[in-house]
């Protein structure tokens, strides 16, 4: 099978944002190794680093090598490229623990364990960078880059002009110790390339400029960067009401990482689609194609939803996802109800009314459970009249007589109960 190009397969899926002079004939020439960085502030990647995960997953699958860097020394100073505040700083225990998580979750991606000559890596820069005394450091990197240099990126200068408050000389040296981080990794592994996102070209251009005065002209680097995904609305990708979407399912369990996919607006579903899946280029043009002509059946959030959820969690936790949100929105079974666990239970039913009984009054007729001992139904009458109309349901099943007992064994995870009136209102009763 012919290896596709990497320039040209991510420049129709529009991830490129800009890319130095020169990258394409060194990828041409040769297999080449390249790194991307990812900042190892908690044990799990969020959905903002997936694109650059991405970048890396075609990468390897073009036939070049990549190399995923955790950031445990840079982690330590905090990299004020986009930001206008300082960041906390991590102690060592904690990074080599975010390590692992990390690892594990690009694991899932890329290959690491096959005897390829382009198996990934996975390196810290806290590994070369701990013993490296600060008089070595300033004689034999500092001097190679000027401070009117330095000054002159972008991250810089919007810090000194009034952006929060103001810089510290910790992160003023951050674009120094990435810069090295590059040189290290071009003399110790042959890495040619730096990828990342496009806050980055500031630091990735002093990493190149820093090779070329340590090394010589001829030592020839490189940077891509990729886009910055925002949402089409303009606000904040990956963001939701109750903080980043994580790809640890301890975070953001699989149903809440399916929904948030498959809710994205149609603008941004054509776009996430070349980016956060490795559908071939016919396919999502034609996705798109079906999509346009019946944008109420949401296909592209449909197909987005699915292969990111089984690309992260798996084909059963992405069947789960969509057996959960049929309970909500279709006509899903009493057994489907009594199979969620129960934390995605609460999590589809979040938002809906909630009311609290004690086990001890378990016995009692439907009818009172509606109209006494909660308010789903302002009269016994009133729910009497319903339920002969049949539009009343316990647990996914239709209710037949109102007179009948609730009892212990209509229990879901041995404490709930479902009741439905009508198509669309749901309320959850928990028995304590």
């Known amino acids: 099978m012919a290896i596709k190009n990497f320039i040209e397969e991510l420049e129709w899926r529009g991830m490129i944002h800009t890319i130095m002079p020169g990258t394409k004939e060194q990828l041409d020439k040769e297999m080449t190794t390249a790194y991307l960085g990812i900042d190892p502030t908690a ?119 009034g952006e929060g408050d103001g810089m510290s000389f910790t992160e003023f040296t951050y674009q120094l110790v990435q810069g090295y981080d590059f040189l290290h990794l071009y003399q110790t592994m042959n890495c040619k390339l730096q990828l990342g996102g496009a806050d980055q070209w500031g630091n990735i251009t ?113 069947e789960k996802a969509v057996e959960a949100s049929e309970i909500l929105f279709g006509s899903a079974t009493s057994e489907a109800l009594r199979n969620l666990d129960e934390q995605t239970l609460l999590q589809v039913f979040e938002g809906v009314p909630q009311f609290r009984i004690a086990q001890a009054e378990l016995g009692l007729q439907f009818v009172d459970l509606c109209a006494e001992k909660t308010a789903i139904f302002p009269s016994k009458g009133e729910c009497r009249k319903m339920v002969q109309g049949g539009g009343v349901s316990l647990n996914k099943e239709k209710v037949t007589d109102p007179m009948r007992e609730v009892t212990p064994a209509d229990l879901i995870a041995g404490k709930y109960l479902l009741v439905q009136k009508g198509k669309k209102n749901y309320y959850l009763v928990i028995v304590e």
């Open 43 to 161: 044990d799990s990647l969020h959905i903002g680093h997936l694109v650059g995960v991405m970048i890396l997953k075609h990468f390897q699958m073009c036939g070049h090598r990549p190399l995923a860097l955790i950031g445990g020394a840079t982690g330590m100073i905090g990299d004020p490229s986009g930001k206008s505040l300082e960041r906390n700083l991590l102690d060592e225990p904690t990074l080599r623990r975010n390590q692992e998580g990390i690892k594990r979750q690009l694991a899932k991606l890329l290959d690491f364990d096959s005897d390829a000559p382009n198996a990934a890596t996975l390196v810290n820069n806290y590994d070369w960078m701990k013993d490296i005394t600060f008089l070595d450091f300033i004689r034999d990197i500092g001097k190679c880059i000027t401070v009117n240099y330095m000054m002159a990126k972008d991250s810089v200068k919007k810090r000194f002009s």
């Open 206 to 318: 002093t990493g190149t400029e820093l090779i070329r005065r340590k090394l010589g002209s001829d030592a020839d680097a490189f940077g891509i960067v990729c886009t910055l995904i925002t949402k089409a609305d303009g606000t904040k990708f990956g963001k939701t009401e109750s903080g980043n979407v994580w790809l640890d399912p301890r975070y953001t369990s699989p149903y809440k990482f399916y929904q948030f996919w498959l809710n994205v607006s149609d603008e941004d579903a054509k776009r996430y689609i070349r980016i956060f899946t490795l559908l071939d280029r016919e396919t999502i043009e034609k996705l798109t194609a079906e999509h346009d002509e019946a944008p109420h059946m949401r296909i592209l959030q449909k197909r987005l939803a699915q292969e990111i959820t089984t690309m992260i969690h798996s084909k059963e936790e992405y």
